[in-house]
């Protein structure tokens, strides 16, 4: 499956963002979705995942309440709306696919097989 990860930018502390991830090449609803996130100097961490068929969620504490991972299997899209951004959550995001034949959620980078070429967030006022 190939990946690809839009609507990145920047924006001021408490704006919203919405990043769209389009999926290509495989059947969509075969693979579990994560968001990811790597800012400058540290390590690639882990933001939301979402099940194949889009009932099951988690996500990171830091974003917790304020993001919503979601898709469109219809549509072959991921999905991940930021409310109230924060300077601490600048950073590169990557959308990524992990394929299963189970409703599981994946919450480290190393279960991922797929991953978008990512879409830079900047919150600063």
């Known amino acids: 499956v190939q990946l690809q990860a839009s609507g990145g930018g920047l924006v001021q502390p408490g704006a919203s963002l919405r990043l769209s991830c389009a999926a290509s090449?495989?059947?969509?609803?075969?693979?579990?979705m994560g968001w990811f996130r790597q800012a400058p100097g540290k390590e690639r961490e882990f933001v939301a995942t979402?099940?194949?068929?889009?009932?099951?969620?988690y996500y990171a504490t830091s974003v917790k309440g304020r993001f919503a991972i979601s898709r469109d299997n219809a549509a072959n899209t991921l999905y991940l709306q930021m409310n109230s951004l924060k300077p601490e959550d600048t950073a590169v995001y990557y959308c990524?696919?992990?394929?299963?034949?189970?409703?599981?959620?994946?919450?480290?980078?190393?279960?991922?097989?797929?991953w978008g070429q990512g879409t830079e967030v900047t919150v600063s006022s």
């Open positions: 090449g495989r059947t969509f609803s075969s693979y579990a």
């Open positions: 979402v099940s194949r068929a889009g009932k099951v969620t």
């Open positions: 990524a696919a992990r394929e299963t034949v189970t409703g599981a959620t994946y919450d480290s980078r190393h279960d991922y097989q797929y």
